[in-house]
């Protein structure tokens, strides 16, 4: 069974750096591109980052590219994202998403992760 | 960017109905468009890649269509499960972009 597990949201204060984790279980974690999608509460879906299977491709949105990176540890089956300059509108609960085979499509999710800026 | 307008946006119908949802994009994805339902407290859940191809374990009520700019996610008959928010999402360019979604809706 897929499963993919994200921690490391919380409270943080504007200017202010957090990292997120996704320990992925139940498929071969260094064959498939992994992203993180986030949701600000009650919005709709944004794409964050994306990085391709062996880690050597990262593509990042223009709303966190400079802030944001995306990295993954495939001996630990981990997905990372390193949130720095953290902004009230980064706001959002945050996705890590498994690719399929067609690149870019998410088949699997985590549950997600809450991620709140404020002062 | 690939800006993805969905429609309506909301959608008011009973069970038993046809649904039919719009995703209209500003420049050509070919058949690189996918459809995503989210219900409330859940991460979306794959429902079509490709625009017409069902992901595994989707039942067949759920069917998309189209190419190019213009793309339709059909659900023929409405089970009391169907009603969720849908997203269109688009893989062509980076960066990768959903529609806003369309909340389908019991009526």
């Known amino acids: 069974e897929v499963q993919l597990l994200e921690s490391g949201g919380g409270l943080v204060q504007p200017g202010g750096s957090l990292r997120l984790s996704c320990i992925a279980s139940?498929?071969?974690?260094?064959?498939?591109?992994m992203s993180w999608v986030r949701q600000p509460p009650g919005k709709g879906l944004e794409w964050v980052s994306g990085?391709?299977?062996?880690?050597?491709?990262?593509y990042h949105a223009d709303s966190v590219r400079g802030r944001f990176t995306i990295s993954r540890d495939n001996s630990k089956n981990t997905l990372y994202l390193q949130m720095n300059s953290l902004r009230v509108e980064d706001t959002a609960v945050y996705y890590c998403?498994?690719?399929?085979?067609?690149?870019?499509?998410?088949?699997?999710w985590g549950q997600g992760t809450l991620v709140t800026v404020s002062s | 960017d690939i800006v993805l307008t969905q429609s309506p946006a909301t959608l008011s119908l009973s069970p038993g109905e046809r649904a039919t949802l719009s995703c209209r994009a500003s420049q050509s994805v070919g058949s690189y468009l996918a459809w995503y339902q989210q219900k409330p407290g859940q991460a979306p859940r794959l429902l079509i890649y490709d625009a017409s191809n069902r992901a595994t374990g989707i039942p067949a009520r759920f069917s998309g269509s189209g190419s190019g700019t213009d793309f339709t996610l059909t659900i023929s008959s409405l089970e009391p499960e169907d009603f969720a928010v849908y997203y269109c999402q688009q893989r062509t360019n980076w960066p990768i972009t959903f529609g806003q979604g369309t909340r389908l809706e019991i009526k």
């Open positions: 990085i391709s299977a062996s880690g050597g491709g990262t």
């Open positions: 139940g498929f071969t974690f260094s064959s498939y591109a």
């Open positions: 998403a498994k690719s399929t085979e067609q690149l870019w499509n998410s088949d699997y």
